[in-house]
């Protein structure tokens, strides 16, 4: 074997720049910059591979005859030790991209598209409570269908929708993964799938209250309180319950409240804000709110922000009524259905809803704002009693 240690700590400092060998294949490189770089040549099957251990600043000599002899130990197993050291530092990174962090990754990059930026944790909380206390130290590039498939099984069945959102974000996860370079199998999910067989669950309409019966429910709604205040807008606009808790002042002008898309249910596909036409009531409403509004919010919270997403749902329970402030959506499109003759494009852009297919859409410039100001001008009047229930047309 060549002789080793050819070299000593003050010929390293005083050399000038050239190549030194101190034996067994590791070199000295000074450059004439004044920079130096440790480097080990080594013969691996046949082949002459050279690497990088370290610059003479950060390695001493003694260090440097150190990881000589590891690299060359491992060229004696007969591996290369250049790959090896790839290997040995993704296995290091594996265990800085567990699927707990690169899931958190994913949730930031995607905050500016969901509601609220994801503030209200709709989006991130399926995976929180049901994946990541179970899969969430394991490196993102290890999780494989069987670990999906495990942690998904006990609400596979018994809360289907949840188990499908989960799912939906795990999926999402490992393709921001892929993004970031990992070597993730992105059919994880589709397997996990077909391991879970299909769901028993048999998904339930939301409850809601046949439209006779509203109006005797709105003229319940007799306090003027935030939540009560709230619940009858909603009911008279048709909207969601996210649209209602963060009307503000600034998006009312006249008889028109212009919801922004970013209050609509979630902003992917939805290109602009939303026109609602205000009835009579409506504005009589939004006039009973004005005093109680707190920084421009016309519902506010007891103590900060906007009433929460429960306190609607709550009042309907307290009155031991199954129906949910979503379901008066529905009281409002049966209604539509079976006492008006109103074009079925009008009731579903009313209703907030994507209307025909993308190049109908595309073609389609109008809102239908003054064909919808009647039809909500006339459910008003059915659900303030001021109306019988004869068909109705709007041309």
């Not at 709709?122 to 290890?142: M, T």
């Not at 993964?177 to 994880?188: I, R």
Request: hydrophobic share 40%; proline share 5%; aromatic share 6%.
């Amino acid at each position: 074997m060549p002789a080793l240690h050819k070299l000593s700590s003050a010929k390293v400092r005083a050399a000038p720049p050239g190549k030194y060998s101190d034996g067994g294949g590791l070199w000295l490189v000074k450059r004439v910059d004044g920079g130096a770089q440790w480097v080990l040549r080594l013969t691996v099957h046949g082949r002459r591979r050279e690497m990088g251990i370290g610059s003479l600043q950060a390695v001493t000599l003694k260090e440097a005859r150190v990881a000589a002899e590891k690299w060359r130990a491992v060229v004696r197993d007969g591996k290369d030790p250049i790959k090896e050291r790839d290997r040995q530092k993704r296995l290091a990174a594996r265990g800085d991209h567990t699927l707990t962090s690169v899931a958190v990754e994913a949730f930031e990059a995607r905050k500016a598209q969901l509601k609220g930026d994801g503030k209200a944790g709709r989006w991130f909380s399926p995976l929180e409570l049901h994946v990541l206390p179970k899969i969430g130290k394991v490196p993102v590039e290890e999780v494989d269908q069987q670990d999906i498939k495990n942690t998904l099984a006990p609400i596979w069945h018994e809360k289907a929708e949840t188990a499908r959102k989960a799912m939906n974000r795990l999926n999402i996860v490992l393709g921001h993964a892929a993004a970031m370079g990992l070597n993730v199998d992105l059919q994880a999910t589709t397997k996990a799938k077909a391991l879970l067989g299909k769901t028993r669950h048999k998904p339930k309409n939301i409850p809601y209250m046949p439209w006779p019966e509203v109006p005797n429910f709105y003229a319940s709604l007799e306090e003027h309180t935030p939540t009560q205040l709230a619940l009858r807008l909603l009911i008279l606009t048709v909207t969601r319950s996210y649209s209602i808790r963060f009307c503000h002042f600034d998006q009312i002008q006249g008889d028109v409240w212009t919801v922004p898309k970013a209050n609509m249910k979630g902003q992917e596909g939805v290109a602009t804000d939303f026109r609602v036409p205000l009835s009579r009531e409506a504005l009589s409403v939004i006039e009973l709110a004005k005093p109680l509004a707190r920084d421009g919010f016309l519902f506010p919270g007891e103590r900060k922000g906007v009433i929460s997403d429960a306190a609607m749902l709550s009042h309907l329970n307290r009155q031991k009524i199954e129906a949910r402030p979503h379901g008066f959506r529905s009281s409002f499109k049966t209604w539509c259905d079976e006492t008006t003759d109103i074009p079925e494009a009008i009731v579903e852009t009313s209703l907030a809803h994507v209307v025909g297919n993308e190049v109908e859409r595309s073609y389609r410039r109008t809102d239908f704002l003054e064909r919808r100001r009647p039809l909500l001008a006339r459910w008003a009047d059915h659900v303030t009693g001021k109306n019988a229930s004869e068909v109705i047309k709007i041309a």
